[in-house]
């Protein structure tokens, strides 16, 4: 099982769990809907509520079931609701081809928008009146990517320290003059920039920059352009 995952809270058969192959790792939801049971609201509820808990997770997510909602028929209400709650946890489904015996499609197997579409093929193995679906999936992480940042740490900077040598620094100095009515230099806003980028050469004693290199991180799956 999924840890973390609260899916006690939907109602209907399913799985949760965690594959993990030589180091990669994906997330497993198998949902089964009852083709006896009426499609009512309730269901695309506790559905969205078990997405909740999984689709935020940082490794590949795979939704696949038995649904038992005609997604062939995109008239049909349920079946546009089921799609709908597909995109709002940006996921697609893959299968293009009826799954049944009867026709239409009414398994799942959804994957997310950012990851490559598997090929799903549909089996005919004669166990069931609803055909076997395969698919392959890349489940290999890809190498992790390092950027180099520049910062100072004025975190351990002596706050002292930095008080003296900013109280004797030429703008410190000039702006005090000014203030007695003595001041006679220059007072554009290009001299005044300079005067303030002499600064830099007390950052540089107290807090001199220093170079980082960090493993960049993945946005997670909900922070999305709109969100930004």
């Known amino acids: ?129 609803h055909q076997l679906l395969r698919w392959f999936c890349q489940l290999e992480r890809p190498p992790p990517v390092y950027h180099t940042s520049t910062y100072r740490p004025w975190r351990h900077v002596n706050v002292d320290e930095f008080k003296a040598s900013l109280s004797q620094s030429t703008l410190c100095t000039y702006l005090s003059d000014c203030g007695d009515g003595v001041g006679d230099e220059d007072t554009t806003a290009n001299s005044l920039v300079d005067k303030y980028a002499s600064i830099t050469s007390i950052a540089d004693r107290v807090a001199p920059i220093k170079t980082t290199s960090c493993r960049r991180r993945a946005s997670d799956v909900w922070f999305d352009e709109e969100c930004l």
């Open 1 to 129: 099982m999924v840890p973390g995952c609260q899916v006690s809270r939907f109602q209907r058969p399913h799985l949760c769990a965690q594959l993990v192959v030589q180091g990669s790792a994906c997330t497993v939801l198998l949902i089964y809907r009852p083709g006896s049971a009426a499609v009512d609201s309730l269901f695309f509820e506790e559905f969205s509520l078990l997405l909740d808990e999984v689709a935020t997770r940082s490794e590949p997510v795979i939704v696949a079931g038995d649904f038992n909602i005609r997604l062939d028929r995109r008239d049909s209400c349920d079946s546009r609701h089921l799609i709908d709650v597909f995109d709002s946890y940006s996921l697609r489904c893959c299968v293009s081809s009826q799954t049944h015996d009867r026709g239409g499609i009414l398994d799942v197997v959804a994957t997310r928008t950012d990851l490559d579409t598997p090929d799903v093929d549909v089996l005919d193995v004669g166990i069931s009146d």
